[in-house]
């Protein structure tokens, strides 16, 4: 074999090889996700998909939000009004309603926001959760009907109102039509404040855009879960236009509680003892039973928090 032959059948070997290298179903399919090394999804599951070793905390879907929120099958799903599709009949790289569809198969979800009605203790709340699988957790006409749902069902019951957020922003192919959902939403939370009752924000993984300039940042109690990042622009995009280097945590969960956009950073695992103390106050129950003790349960400030020195 000539030096040619053998180059070309080194090439196609590689080609092989790099042929058989997964795709991405192969990774969504897969029992294993990557972290700070390979673990099985089920050892994730398991703890509340918060890696044993390093304590990330991985994204969740809607569903498995409402599992460790509530507890598995200890709620009711609610079913939320779905406006007509691609309403502009938006085409880039590809259609829309191609990745509309895409997305309801990938996440058994109508949109990216699901709505649940529950007990946490012996309150009953009204909870949203976004999943940021549904084309990154944007919001459209659909995720904003169900929002302001979820915010008349609170109303409606008088329940306190909670959303668990994760999102890259308004919904680009729905354009003025996603951006109207920054205001819509925004009267809805002033209608659930009109009515004096709670209204608890917690940011989970990644929130970002006209979710945090809306309904993201108007909770009564803002919570931030370990590890998650509040942003309106991203912070490179702020850096090219004040033309300085921002710091290496900017944006972070810690970051912001610093410097008091959020009030707390609570675990995952801590969230629902958080939220169950607060509603407590916040609607006067029990109140001869919450107690300084009862609040220290929960050290807010250990869990990965830098106190300002
Ligand atoms: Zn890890």
Redesign the pocket.
Known sequence: MNWIKKVFTISDKIKKILKKRPTKEDIENSKWIS???P?LKTDLNDNQWV??????HHKVSSRERFNIFFGKNNYEILKTPIPKDDPLKWVDSKKYIDRLNEARKKTGQDCAVMIAVGKVDDINVTVGAINFNFIGGSIGTAEGEAIIYGIQHAIDNNNPFIIFTTSGGQRMHESPLALMQMTRTTLAINELKNNNLPYIVCFTSDTAGGVTASFGSLGDIAIAETGSNIIFAGKRVIESTVNEKLPDDFQSADFTKKHGFVDMVVDRKDIKKVISNILSILLKKHSKEINENNLNDVEYDNVNTKEAS
């Open positions: 972290c700070c090394g673990i890696c044993n070793k390093c304590g990330r």
